[in-house]
């Protein structure tokens, strides 16, 4: 199977590539940073099973791979740098596209990921909320009638959700402007 960036989508000559990720912990489990490393595997080893064979996804523990296939999969950003720097007790689930990685134990129990060629929110939203879907069959998640979904790190609760898009802006750089675009970005609660 060919790789999600091989492809060409929208508006392709300005957006690189989108990516949708949402993060979920498991009701009655502790943060990972707070499960010994057996239990973050077993912890691994039920979430993969409830989702691998639905999704077609291939389920690797992390400390079976070597540091140049672990700064591969870093650089592709697959994982975060955070999660490449220790992986005892730690699992990726790949498509085989690469264009879905979920990791396991990261900051949260579950970080799905999912990345398109181009412009593509909607779609790749509507396939992570799928797969967030099928695990909340299997599972119940970490939630607050008032604050939403819980997360380890307070930036990420409520959805969850962070939805990003990879710009090649040229002509803005070699024009000196990036600054005072990051600059009225940040002001409508965007990062650059």
């Known amino acids: 199977m060919s790789k999600w960036y091989i492809g060409a989508g929208e508006q392709n000559d300005i957006v690189i590539s989108t990516r949708i990720r949402l993060a979920r912990n498991i009701e009655d489990y502790p943060f990972p940073c707070k499960l010994d490393t057996k239990t973050r595997t ?3 080893k039920k979430i993969g099973d409830a ?7 291939e389920f690797i523990e992390m400390k079976t791979l070597t540091q140049p296939q672990i700064v591969s999969l870093a650089e592709k950003h697959l994982i975060s740098p955070e999660f490449a720097s220790s992986y005892d007790g730690r699992a990726l689930l790949l498509s085989d596209s690469e264009g879905i990685s979920i990791m396991l134990c990261e ?3 579950i970080k799905i990921q999912v990345m398109k060629p181009g412009l593509s929110l909607e779609t790749a939203y509507a396939e992570a909320d799928r797969i967030d879907d099928e695990l909340n069959e299997k599972f119940v998640f970490a939630f607050d009638d008032r604050l939403g979904y819980l997360t380890q790190c307070p930036t990420n609760l409520g959805t969850g959700m962070r939805a990003s898009v990879l710009l090649h802006l040229p002509a803005l750089t070699a024009c000196g402007q990036m600054s005072s675009i990051s600059s009225t970005v940040s002001k409508l609660g965007l990062t650059v």
Not at 51 to 57: F, T
């Open 51 to 57: 989702v691998c064979g639905r999704e077609n996804l």
């Open 107 to 109: 900051e949260d129990h």
């Open 42 to 44: 077993a912890l691994n």
